[in-house]
């Protein structure tokens, strides 16, 4: 069983950033891939971003040009670094990771984009 925790999330201006990250219990090595989703209210979960064990990436088009994903293997860290923030990225983010099979969720945390 793989344990998550997110930290890093807050209230930040329009134009702003913040720095996501999730520490997995598990070493990271032998997670597959690893990445966030977001919630808004009223809203579906969607997917942010993924990286895979090798360090491929994916991002939706939403957030491309504005967000990266890394990935410290020896930290068993994942981040999501977020840029140029909008109010409409307002949401809750969870992190999740692919181990033996199955998808562990973190607990989310929030971010908030307002003036």
């Known amino acids: 069983q793989v344990q998550l925790v997110e930290s890093g999330g807050g209230l930040v201006q329009p134009g702003g950033s913040l720095r996501l990250s999730c520490e997995a219990s598990?070493?990271?090595?032998?997670?597959?891939?690893m990445g966030w989703y977001r919630q808004a209210p009223g809203k579906q979960r969607e997917f942010v971003a993924l990286?895979?064990?090798?360090?491929?990436?994916t991002l939706a088009t939403s957030v491309k040009g504005r967000f990266t994903i890394s990935r410290d293997n020896a930290e068993n860290t994942v981040y999501l670094q977020m840029n140029s923030l909008k109010p409409e990225d307002t949401a809750v983010y969870y992190c999740?990771?692919?181990?033996?099979?199955?998808?562990?969720w973190g607990q989310g945390t929030q971010v908030t984009v307002s003036s």
């Open positions: 598990e070493s990271s090595f032998s997670i597959n891939a």
């Open positions: 990286i895979t064990r090798g360090g491929s990436t």
């Open positions: 999740y990771a692919d181990f033996e099979a199955r998808r562990y």
